[in-house]
C-alpha cells in the first residue's frame, strides 16, 4: 500500500525557535495533504489542507502565521512552527490524499512528537 | 454542526468479543472509515464503509447504517496487541474528516 514519512519522528526544541516538519509520500503522488496536530488523550484536529502548488487551507483557529505549510510538489510538504512556545508541544500527523477526488482514500505518515522547553 | 459520538473507554477480556459503536450527524456522507492508534503512533487504517451493511476483514468487522447515522466496529478473538484507540471518522459533504474523540481500548488478560 502507499507510505507517508514523516521527518523527524521526535524533535526536542528551545522555546522562541522554529521546527520544520516534512512529510513525504513515498510511492505516490500526493495532490493533497493534511496536517493534523494531536494532544495526549484527544483525538485527531486538522489544522490544515493543502493543495500542491496553492496555499494552505487553514482550520478557524489556527495560526497560518505560525504554522507555515508548503506544498511545493506532489510528494513533499513541510510544515514550520515559528516561534515555538510550550504550548505548541503535540503529536503532529501529517496525511496524503491520492489523487484529487475527495473519495479517495487517505494515507498517514508515523507522526512527529515535537516538545518544545 | 457536526459530531460523532462515541464511547470513551472500554474493557475486555484476551479471546473474548467487543463491539465499539459510533454514531455520527455529518452534513453529508462520503463514507465512514474505522482507525486503529497504539499510544504515540500515527492511525493505521482498519475499515472503509459507504453502503449499508457488514464488512468482514479477519477478525475486524466494521457495521453501517446509514438511516440510523451508526456504524460499529465488531472485534473477535482479542488478543493484547489490539490494545488501542479506534477512531471512527466520517467523511461529509465536501469529502474532509470528521473525527470522533476515539474509544480506547484495554484488553485484560
Known amino acids: 500500500g502507499a507510505v507517508v514519512s514523516q521527518h523527524p519522528s521526535w524533535v526536542i526544541c528551545k522555546s522562541g525557535t522554529s521546527v520544520k516538519i516534512e512529510c513525504r509520500s513515498l510511492d505516490f503522488q500526493a495532490t493533497t495533504m493534511f496536517w493534523y496536530r494531536q494532544f495526549p488523550k484527544q483525538s485527531l484536529m486538522l489544522m490544515a489542507t493543502s493543495n500542491e502548488g496553492s496555499k494552505a487551507t487553514y482550520e478557524q483557529g489556527v495560526e497560518k502565521d505560525k504554522f507555515l505549510i508548503n506544498h511545493a510538489s506532489l510528494t513533499l510538504s513541510t510544515l514550520t512552527v515559528t516561534s515555538a512556545h510550550p504550548e505548541d508541544s503535540s503529536f503532529y500527523i501529517c496525511s496524503a490524499r491520492e489523487g484529487p477526488s475527495g473519495s479517495a482514500r487517505q494515507y498517514f505518515g508515523p507522526g512527529t512528537r515535537l516538545t518544545v522547553t | 454542526g457536526q459530531n460523532i459520538d462515541q464511547p470513551t473507554e472500554m474493557t475486555a477480556t484476551e479471546g473474548a468479543i467487543v463491539q465499539i459503536n459510533c454514531t455520527y450527524q455529518t452534513s453529508g456522507f462520503n463514507g465512514l472509515f474505522w482507525y486503529q492508534q497504539h499510544a504515540g503512533e500515527a492511525p493505521t487504517f482498519l475499515s472503509y464503509n459507504v453502503l449499508d451493511g457488514l464488512e468482514e476483514k479477519g477478525r475486524f468487522s466494521s457495521f453501517l447504517s446509514r438511516s440510523k447515522g451508526y456504524s460499529y466496529l465488531l472485534l473477535k478473538e482479542l488478543q493484547m496487541k489490539d490494545s488501542a484507540s479506534y477512531l471512527c471518522?466520517?467523511?461529509?459533504?465536501?469529502?474532509?474528516?470528521?473525527w470522533g474523540a476515539g474509544t480506547k481500548l484495554i484488553i485484560k488478560p
Open positions: 471518522a466520517v467523511k461529509d459533504s465536501n469529502y474532509q474528516l470528521i
